[in-house]
């Protein structure tokens, strides 16, 4: 079965610095979709990034950016210029058919 | 506005209760995905639904079921409600465009928040 790992339950970052948040999955898939989810306090689920996997070129949208290694089965995401309003959980996610989610980091942005 | 409609949004009821939960998908959207999130965890897939089609299926209780309609809104019936259950239920609804390789994700609708007394 597929699972997606986010080892960092909490995570803490300077405003205007920046952060990697870290994402294994374990699939034997070859072709797949890769996605950052982001849910502030309100609680909406935000799309923040997407990645195919066939794709060798890292996905980058604004101030985030990812380093996808397929044969590590590494997803991370990276956030530059921390901005007060990055601060929310942020979820991992693997999709063939239905998303699977990971149990997420909590990322605080430190004034 | 994400497009992805949740009624209620709040509902408090006591155990042993039934609710239902109503979500509009997007416009255009046929694939509808329910998902459970209890407190300060991730979000577990219950089930999904295509075209009026039960799809793919989760760790869904038996006494939760769901079902799509014609019109593509779809309904999770929650029954013999435990203290457990209490939790933030997420629809999402996606265009599963097949066949090009395109996939952008779902879009969420603002959950209803359970909580059962």
């Known amino acids: 079965a597929q699972t997606v790992t986010q080892s960092q339950p909490e995570m803490s970052v300077q405003e205007a610095e920046t952060v990697t948040l870290s994402c294994t999955y374990d699939?034997?898939?070859?072709?797949?979709?890769l996605f950052w989810y982001k849910q502030p306090p309100s609680r909406q689920m935000i799309l923040v990034i997407r990645q195919e996997a066939y794709k060798q070129q890292n996905a980058t949208e604004n101030r985030f950016s990812v380093n996808f290694q397929k044969a590590a089965k590494s997803f991370s995401l990276k956030i530059s210029d921390s901005q007060l309003g990055d601060a929310a959980m942020y979820f991992c996610?693997?999709?063939?058919?239905?998303?699977?989610f990971g149990k997420g980091t909590r990322l605080h942005i430190l004034p | 506005d994400s497009g992805v409609t949740q009624t209620p949004k709040h509902l408090i009821t006591a155990t042993g209760q039934r609710v239902t939960l109503r979500c509009s998908p997007r416009s255009g959207d046929l694939s509808v995905y329910w998902y459970q999130q209890s407190l300060d965890q991730g979000l577990q897939f219950l089930i999904q639904?295509?075209?009026?089609?039960?799809?793919a299926k989760g760790n869904i209780l038996e006494r939760f079921s769901a079902q799509q309609f014609p019109d593509l809104h779809s309904e999770l019936n929650l029954s013999s409600l435990e203290l457990g259950d209490s939790a933030l239920y997420f629809c999402?609804?996606?265009?599963?465009?097949?066949?090009?390789?395109?996939?952008?994700?779902?879009?969420f609708g603002s959950g209803t928040r359970l909580t059962v007394v």
């Open positions: 999402a609804s996606s265009r599963e465009i097949t066949g090009t390789g395109d996939n952008y994700g779902y879009t």
């Open positions: 996610a693997y999709e063939d058919d239905k998303i699977i």
């Open positions: 639904y295509y075209n009026g089609e039960e799809r």
């Open positions: 699939t034997s898939e070859s072709d797949y979709y």
